[in-house]
Each structure stands twice: as C-alpha cells, then as structure tokens.
C-alpha cells in the first residue's frame, strides 16, 4: 500500500518524467565512455531510463510548467534537449582535447600518416592520441568521475529546474564556452609540450648537422631517431604522468560542468 501513492503520482507526472528523460538522454549522446558507440543502443535507453526514474523518485523534480499547447510542449523538450546536450558535449570536448594533443605527438614523432580506429567513437583517431584517451577513459571508470559527472548532473535540477534554462540569447554563457575552449587548447598543448618539446630540439640538432656534415642523409637518420627518443619519451614521461593528466582532465571537465550549470541559470525575478 506504501507504493500506491507513489504509482499515482507517477502516472500522473508522465509528462514530467519524459521531460527528464529528454535531458538525461541528450547528456548521454556525448558522456564520456557511455556515449560509446560500442554499448548497444537498447542499453543505453534502459540507463537513461533507469537514471531518469531515479531522479523523478527523488522528489527533485515535481512540476513542468508550460503553455498547455503542443507548440509550447515542443519548445520545452527542445530547451530541455538543449540544456542536456550543452553540458554532454562540454564533457566531452574536455575528453577530445587528449586526442587533440595526441595528433601534436604524432606529428612530432612521425606517426601523422599513421591512425587507428576507437572502439569507443568508432573514428579514426591518433595513435598517441587513442592512449591517452582510452588510459583517461580507464581511470575515469575505475575512480567514480562517471558518478561524479552524474551526480552533478543530478543537481543542475535544483539549479536549472525544467523548462528554465537560459540558453537562446545567452551571450555570457557563449562567450564563457569559447574562452574556455581556447583555455582547452592550450591545455592539450600543455600535455603535449614534453614530447613535442624534445622533437624540435632534435630537429634542430640535425638542422646543425646537415650544415655541419652536407653528406649525410638527414631522413635516414632523423625518422628513425625520433620514432626511437620519442617511443622512449613516452614511456618514461608520459606514461607515468597518466594519473597527474587525469586529475588535470577531470578537474577542468567537471569545473567546467559546474560553470555551465550556473551560466544556464534562469535570471532573477527582478532582472526579468
């Protein structure tokens, strides 16, 4: 008997609960590894359910209020997709900018014309780059970042309740996502700089010696040689800096998660 009210109530709130579902399943069309093309479709639909019923059973969300029309029912989940899909993608540009760096490594050390598929995009991507964001994409399993992306996702809807996202016409939050795109940038070139660093100090040491010795081939001993330092770069360097670029990668994806909830807040009553 303690679960009738509860089977009313949801009955009754169906509209609410497709709502839900609507931004829940657009933030998961570009979440980090449950946006993999690899999950079959039909689970990730019973997730976005699943996690869409729970936060309908918390009580987080009561109400939707909207023009009783079909006109203003679209324009509604088109708000809701939109606020969804905002701070799925904000993730998931933070998680790309390792396969943003990758390709500065790979050109470096001479893999450019060298590319492998990703099981979890299902895209050609970068050699250097594939390591780094499938090591990422590990330890963001193995240490909770999915829950913690979940869980602040969770709470955008005391934030943002449903239907009042300010995203048409919000100049602050687009100028905020392209600087913070810039700042995405120069991070992925931060994360690049070692090896990249040394390549070109390698470049221009066989610059000298080209001056220096004009017989010898430069391209029989300068591939090689990069291939070689920067193989070797990578398993003394990067590789055992993976945890210090997964801290660096999750705190600025789930900050930047954090901002964009708070640039989507609706405005005051007295603004308005």
Known sequence: ME?????????????????????????????????????????????????SVAIFASGIVTTATYHDTPSGLIMLILIE???????????????????????????????????????VQQIQVPVMGNLLFMTVSVFLVLSGGL?????????????????????????????????????????AIGIALPLVGTMLIIDICLGIMVKAVPQMNVFVVGMPLK???????VFIVILPSMGFIYDTVFDTALGMLVSTIEGMMPLPPEVT
Do not use: K
């Open 3 to 51: 679960t009738l009210p509860f089977l009313i109530d949801f009955f009754n709130s169906t509209d609410v609960l497709l709502l839900i579902m609507v931004r829940v399943s657009a933030f998961m069309i570009f979440l980090p590894v449950l946006s993999s093309m690899g999950i079959p479709m039909q689970v990730r639909l019973f997730t976005a359910f699943v996690i």
């Open 81 to 119: 997709f939109m606020a969804g899909a905002t701070m799925g993608f904000v993730l998931s540009f933070v998680m790309n900018l390792l396969l943003f760096a990758g390709h500065f490594m790979d050109f470096s050390m001479g893999f450019a014309m060298v590319n492998v598929m990703d099981p």
């Open 147 to 187: 829950h913690e992306f979940l869980r602040v996702f969770f709470m955008s809807y005391e934030l943002v309740p449903i239907g009042t996202a300010l995203i048409i016409d919000n100049r602050e939050l687009a100028w905020f996502l392209v600087v913070s795109f810039v700042g995405f940038v120069l991070l």
């Open 227 to 233: 291939v070689l330092v920067g193989l070797f770069l």
